[in-house]
Every structure is written in C-alpha cells, then in structure tokens.
C-alpha cells in the first residue's frame, strides 16, 4: 500500500468497487446505508483523505489562481490580501509566487504554470512585454493588474490619470498652485501617473509650474527627490505641494523635509498614492489616493469565474476593466502657507 491511501485502497477494504467507494465518499444516492457504513469504517480505519488536487485536475478545473507579485511591495501585499478574501469566497485558492533579485517575472511565472494554476493574475510584470503577456494568455487566461490589456491577457486597474486628478484637485482647492509631481521609476503605471498629473495641471493653466521631479518606488528615492526639492531656488518658482508616485516615496519626502526644518503641511503639502497601511500610521498620517484594492480584487474574481469563451459567454476576452479610486484626506496636506508667495 503507498504512504498515502487511495480511493481503490479503501474500495478494497471495505469489499466494493471504486465507484461505489466514490459515491459514497463525496455523499450521493445509491448505496445501502450498510455499505456506507463499511465504506466510512474503511476510510477512517486507513486514514483516507481525498486527494482534491487529481479530483480536479479530472474535471479540468484545480480553483488555483497564479499570483505573481513582488514581495517588497507593501501595496502587493494588500492586494493579496484582499484577493484571497474575496477568491476564497468563490471557491478559489492562490498560490503565490514572488519575484526576487534572483528570480524575476519570467521565472516565477514558470513556477506557476507548471502548477497548473486555473487563471494567472499577476501584480505590475515589469519585465513582460506585450507579446510575453499574449503567450502567456494563449496558454493560461492571465490577468494584469495596474495597466490595461493587450491583444489577449485581461487588464484590471485603478484609474490613475483620475487618481492623480483627485491630488490635483485637493490641492489647488487648499490653495495652492506651484505643485511638484515625484515620478517613479520606468514602465507603463508611471507613464500613466505622470500624464495624469500634468494633464490635470494643464487643466487649470498651470501647465508652466507643472514640475517633475525624478524617483522611482521606495523610501531612499523619495529622500533624493526631496533632496533635489531643496536644492532648487526658493521664492516665487518653489513648490509648496508635492504629490508622489507612491506612499513610500512620499515618507521619504516627508523624512528629508522635516530634517531640513520644513514643515509638513505647515511649509510644504505632501500627498502619496496607494493608500498602504503605512499611510494611514498615526504619526505618518499621509493624504494619499486609494486604488481600492477590495474593488481590484472582486474584479479579478468576477472575471475568472465567469466563461470569457465559448458558448454562452458572458463578456468579451479579454476585459479592460477600470476601477475609480477616491481620495483619502490625512494631515500631511493642508492650506497654503499665508507666507507663501502667490
């Protein structure tokens, strides 16, 4: 007998065959009430478990989701979270695979596939291209959160060309009107923020004092940009908001300013973009722009559950859907300062 008993194994012991086994196992009609009996006393008399994973891999379906995302990205994790939640709800589970200094998209993806997970969904790839994304989506329906989507893989985001608008507008309405904009690093969800902000700049004829400054994603560039900030020219041209590509280049601002004895919002307005836990810390209290992760999540679920091909389709494949983010009003922006020069 193997390590682990199987069905044919409990069949045997109980003297019946392994449909009948079956189909008292997984609890339906036919069997007498005896043979249930011997069947059950079997099962518990040789620790049998049913083995989920071939039951449904049999039936083509394994309810796995494929998670790709990077395990430094605090914002990742809180998309994780709120994924599983909301997967586990539908009867799905995720296996995750995490991208590394020494394992990058590719490589994790392998992982995944070879686990024969049911669907892909992978968290901002920024070493897939478009044409990576369609293999992949050929082979396993694949999913994309934070940009939108190519010939065949799905794209499932937040709007943030709105999210930056919502920044914008929150601080033109405290009153300011010289605001700078952090970027971030390469790829499209920068792209996408930077034309967001300048667009909404322009809006309001501020196109001229629509600054950029370069970042990227984590604290220490954050405190570069904010080095490069003080070293600029004070007086009528300064800044007196900054708006950051994400919440941990907006910490590295707030740190830099307020060891150089600027005030945050006293002197400078500082918004930040993802909504992370760390945002919403009593003694960082940071504004900064929800993408909404539970709205993301229950988009990736919906989408895997329902048939995208075949008959009775319900939608078209692949699907570009846009979830709104909102703003979230902190303490670290605030009027302009009356000194301030118009």
């Known amino acids: 007998m193997s390590a682990r008993p199987r069905l044919v194994d409990v069949a045997l012991e109980s003297g019946v065959s392994t449909a009948t086994a079956s189909l008292v196992l997984r609890g339906l009609p036919g069997p007498s009430r005896t043979t249930q009996h011997a069947v059950r006393d079997a099962a518990a008399r040789l620790g049998y478990r049913p083995d989920r994973a071939a039951s449904l891999l049999a039936r083509r379906r394994t309810r796995l989701l494929g998670v790709l995302l990077d395990v430094t990205n605090a914002f990742h994790a809180e998309l994780v979270l709120a994924l599983d939640a909301t997967a586990g709800a539908a009867g799905f589970e995720l296996l995750l695979a995490t991208t590394t200094p020494r394992r990058g998209d590719r490589a994790a993806v392998e992982t995944l596939l070879d686990s024969r997970c049911e669907a892909l969904v992978l968290f901002g790839p920024s070493e897939l291209t478009d044409p990576d994304l369609d293999r992949l989506a050929g082979t396993c329906p694949t999913y994309v959160l934070g940009r939108g989507p190519t010939a065949l893989a799905s794209g499932i985001r937040a709007d943030d060309e709105l999210g930056l608008s919502l920044a914008v507008e929150h601080l033109l309405g405290l009153g300011h009107r010289r605001i700078a904009y952090v970027d971030g690093p390469r790829g499209l969800i920068a792209t996408t923020r930077r034309r967001g ?63 150089a004895g600027r005030r945050v919002p006293g002197d400078l307005s500082v918004v930040g973009y993802d909504d992370s836990p760390l945002a919403a810390l009593a003694h960082v209290a940071l504004t900064t722009v929800s993408q909404d992760p539970p709205a993301l999540a229950a988009a990736v679920v919906d989408a895997v559950a329902v048939p995208t091909v075949g008959p009775g389709a319900l939608t078209a494949y692949p699907l570009d859907v846009v979830v709104a983010p909102r703003l979230v009003v902190r303490t670290s922006s605030g009027p302009i300062a009356s000194s301030a020069p118009a």
Do not use: C, K, Y
């Open 197 to 259: 902000f300048r667009r909404a700049m322009r809006s309001h004829d501020l196109g001229a004092t629509a600054r950029v400054v370069r970042g990227g994603a984590t604290e220490v560039e954050g405190a570069a940009a904010a080095g490069l900030l003080l070293d600029g020219p004070e007086g009528p041209g300064a800044p007196t908001a900054v708006i950051a590509f994400n919440d941990r280049v907006a910490v590295g601002l707030v740190d830099v300013f307020e060891r």
